[in-house]
């Protein structure tokens, strides 16, 4: 029986067939701009019908891409196609019995008919460095649901502001195990509640490291697992919750891969914008809020204002765990109320929001474990971590920070819990986040483990850990871990 396939689905179909990141109409678009050109080439018997099949192919695809909204990817395409088009057709239009159909010598057609075809195999190339990103199929159980809510701390004034009556207000979006529905329910837009939305924190995203937002216009295309507004699976059971801070100039959306994952498994992952940190906040009332911290280019200073950025960061970590208490016992009217166990809590991180997470730990004893996420260990190691911490790092090689390993060490040592570091080999620091799904496969960017096995890894070195620490499951974690990578283990007595 034929169904409609969801756009997750249509997205992966082409991925596996074509290991280009290229839709179908694109591929066709592809196939006939290439086939225009070598049609110069073809006995003469051939030509005809394989020029008009081409631009039959060519032409209607383009339209039709057009009407959709034609990615920069394929402008190289477009363009080879161009300049090979009149050669291709001149000599099928008519001319009088007198004057023979004109074309070119092969000497002048050839240097022309290779820059055609290195311009047409530019786009797929670019379409496999910059693709829409497909996001792995979440192995759990239960289907995935999302939505967004928007806290106001009364008690905390906006630092980043100079109006006094400025309250601190955050941007939480929930991941949640959902009912499962329809196989062709409207999947959530990817880095937004709208595609507005998505672009406006795509673009703010490519202009944080320097890049224009044309460059990664696949990622506000991309549609994710879940599903916004998704009914809360039934059942009645309650589920433990993952707190998550992104990285600095990072968003709440940035490892999307890993928190519909865990939301998969029986997780409840909230993931939070920390507004004039994240790249770009939009707020419920369609104000955008954008990034205004900056490096300095002084070490020791830049170390100073990340310390003060971590706390106000490990401050709306503690603020948004108090706001899930009051939504699970029904004094914020919530889907959700009555199904989050907010007495089985980690909170968790990416480089500063790694470093967030562990200063959150050591001030609010309500957090029940930790995860960071390629973090340096901003801030005061005192007082002691006390819940099992998991690290998870990098490949270390001589340009990493020298400082970075000796002081998470330290900070794991200093524990009560046990608490482990495991290194990734391969791994680069965007490998905890879902830059490989859509950056260039460039090691030194997103790590040599590939699109595939870099949100696999991470997710199952997480859900490893909550499940032995926050579910009580049977497993021992120093035998689990190391199938991921390089473990250390730091024992309450510092023995390893």
């Known amino acids: 029986m034929w169904r409609r396939i969801s756009s997750a689905e249509y997205g992966r179909v082409t991925e596996i067939i074509t290991g280009l990141y290229m839709s179908p109409l694109e ?9 225009l050109v070598v049609a110069r080439w073809l006995p003469p ?3 005809p019908r394989v020029t008009i099949a081409a631009a039959a192919v060519f032409v209607p695809s383009v339209i039709l891409l057009s009407v959709a909204g034609i990615r920069w990817q394929l ?40 820059a055609c075809v290195g311009l047409i195999a530019t786009g797929p190339v670019a379409a496999w460095a910059f693709p829409v990103p497909v996001f792995p199929e979440p192995s759990g159980d239960f289907a995935v649901g999302t939505r967004v809510v928007q806290w106001t701390d009364p008690l905390r004034p906006e630092t980043f502001t100079a109006d006094p009556d400025d309250r601190r207000t955050v941007v939480i979006q929930l991941w949640y195990p959902a009912q499962k529905g329809p196989t062709d329910a409207q999947r959530a837009q990817y880095l937004g509640r709208t595609e507005h939305e998505a672009r406006t924190v795509s673009d703010a995203l490519a202009r944080g490291v320097g890049l224009p937002g044309f460059l990664v216009d696949g990622a506000p295309r991309a549609h994710t697992h879940s599903v916004f507004d998704a009914p809360v699976a039934g059942g009645g059971e309650r589920f433990p919750v993952v707190l998550f801070s ?17 939301a998969s498994h029986g997780y409840v992952v909230a993931a939070l914008d920390h507004p004039y940190d994240s790249a770009a906040v939009v707020l419920a009332d369609g104000r955008t809020i954008s990034t205004e911290i900056a490096s300095t280019g002084d070490p020791d200073k830049d170390d100073e204002l990340a310390v003060d950025w971590t706390a106000v960061r490990a401050a709306d970590l503690s603020f948004v765990l108090t706001q899930l208490d009051h939504l699970d016992r029904g004094e914020i009217a919530d889907p959700l109320t009555g199904r989050l166990d907010t007495g089985r809590v980690a909170v968790t ?5 790694g470093a967030a997470a562990l200063q959150a730990a050591r001030q609010d004893r309500r957090f029940d474990a930790v995860i ?3 973090g340096y260990p901003h801030g005061p190691t005192s007082p002691s971590l ?10 270390i090689t001589p340009g990493t920070d020298p400082r970075y390993i000796p002081r998470l060490t330290e900070a794991l040592k200093l524990s009560t819990a046990t608490s482990y570091r495991l290194t990734i080999p391969g791994a680069a620091h965007l490998t905890f986040m879902d830059g490989p799904l859509y950056l260039p496969p460039v090691p030194s960017i997103v790590g040599s483990l590939g699109r595939t096995e870099s949100p ?9 850990f909550l499940d032995a620490v926050l579910q009580d499951r049977p497993g021992d974690l120093a035998g689990v871990l190391p199938a991921y990578g390089n473990l250390s283990v730091y024992h309450p007595d510092n023995s390893r």
Request: hydrophobic letters at 55%; aromatic letters at 6%; proline letters at 8%.
């Open 372 to 374: 960071d996420l390629d």
């Open 349 to 353: 991180g990416h480089s500063m929001g």
């Open 386 to 395: 006390h819940q099992p911490t998991l690290a998870l790092t990098q490949a």
């Open 27 to 35: 591929i066709l678009a592809l196939l006939g701009a290439v086939a």
């Open 246 to 262: 992104p990285g600095s100039g990072g968003v709440r959306t940035q490892n999307t891969a890993w928190a519909e994952e865990l």
């Open 75 to 114: 402008m190289p395409v477009l363009a080879g196609a161009a300049v090979a088009l009149p050669f291709a057709l001149s000599p099928l239009l008519r001319r009088p019995a007198s004057r023979p159909a004109w074309r070119a010598r092969w000497w002048l057609a050839l240097p022309g008919s290779v």
């Open 456 to 464: 696999r890894v991470v997710a199952a070195a997480t859900l490893a």
């Open 45 to 47: 018997a051939a030509r």
